[in-house]
T-cell receptor, first 113, second 115 residues
Framework: GDSVTQMEGPVTLSEEAFLTINCTYT??????LFWYVQYPGEGLQLLLK?????DKGSNKGFEATYRKETTSFHLEKGSVQVSDSAVYFC????????????FGRGTSLIVHP | KAGVTQTPRYLIKTRGQQVTLSCSPI?????VSWYQQTPGQGLQFLFE???????NKGNFPGRFSGRQFSNSRSEMNVSTLELGDSALYLC??????????????FGPGTRLTVT
């Protein structure tokens, strides 16, 4: 079946540090890939997505590149802010199926001033 | 457009009781999905409704059920509550079953505590 594996958290960084959250996947078909973010007390919201190999999704300074050869979709940001503290979820959905996303376990990011 | 709304936001129930949670999707969205989020299991898919019919189902016992109304609003019911049902229940909507790339829009969730 389909699955997503994320690095375990929490990831603790100082403000302006570089962020990488690793995500690898296993899919039965050709997936679209997503990063969702959940701020404290809120539901998930889409951060970025990529629908084919070598695509780069980007939003709010975050980036992730769809790497088919390594089945990865790592999230990066060059300089994190305290306001980026949240839980980040990597997800995939496979075309031709139900399109219900398969989510990773989530990675908590804590950014200190 | 208004986002996905869920009511109530917080709920405390006793073991053995039943509970009903409500979700209103984004206007024009016909698909509603429900998820359970817990620290131990992460985000788990419960079921999806489209045009008042359950289209997809996760691996949960029959105590968990749902329905969708003609205006796309959805309710989820949990009967005979167990302590392990304490969780954040998230509702998500999308335009249709074949919505490109599977993007979903989530509500803020209902925090259920079972004592």
């Amino acid at each position: 079946g389909d699955s997503v594996t994320q690095m375990e958290g929490p990831v603790t960084l100082s403000e302006e540090a570089f962020l990488t959250i690793n995500c690898t996947y296993t899919a039965t078909g050709y997936p679209s890939l997503f990063w969702y973010v959940q701020y404290p007390g809120e539901g998930l919201q889409l951060l970025l997505k990529a629908t084919k190999a070598d695509d780069k999704g980007s939003n709010k300074g975050f980036e992730a590149t769809y790497r088919k050869e390594t089945t990865s979709f790592h999230l990066e940001k060059g300089s994190v802010q305290v306001s980026d503290s949240a839980v980040y979820f990597c997800a995939l959905s496979v075309a031709g199926g139900s399109y219900i996303p398969t989510f990773g376990r989530g990675t908590s990011l804590i950014v200190h001033p | 457009k208004a986002g996905v709304t869920q009511t109530p936001r917080y709920l405390i129930k006793t073991r053995g009781q039943q509970v009903t949670l409500s979700c209103s999707p984004i206007s024009g969205h016909r698909s509603v999905s429900w998820y359970q989020q817990t620290p131990g299991q992460g985000l788990q898919f419960l079921f999806e409704y489209f045009s008042e019919t359950q289209r997809n189902k996760g691996n949960f016992p029959g105590r968990f059920s749902g329905r969708q109304f003609s205006n796309s609003r959805s309710e989820m019911n949990v009967s005979t509550l167990e302590l392990g049902d304490s969780a954040l229940y998230l509702c998500a909507s999308r335009e249709g079953l074949g919505a490109p790339s599977g993007v979903q829009y989530f509500g803020p969730g209902t925090r259920l505590t079972v004592t």
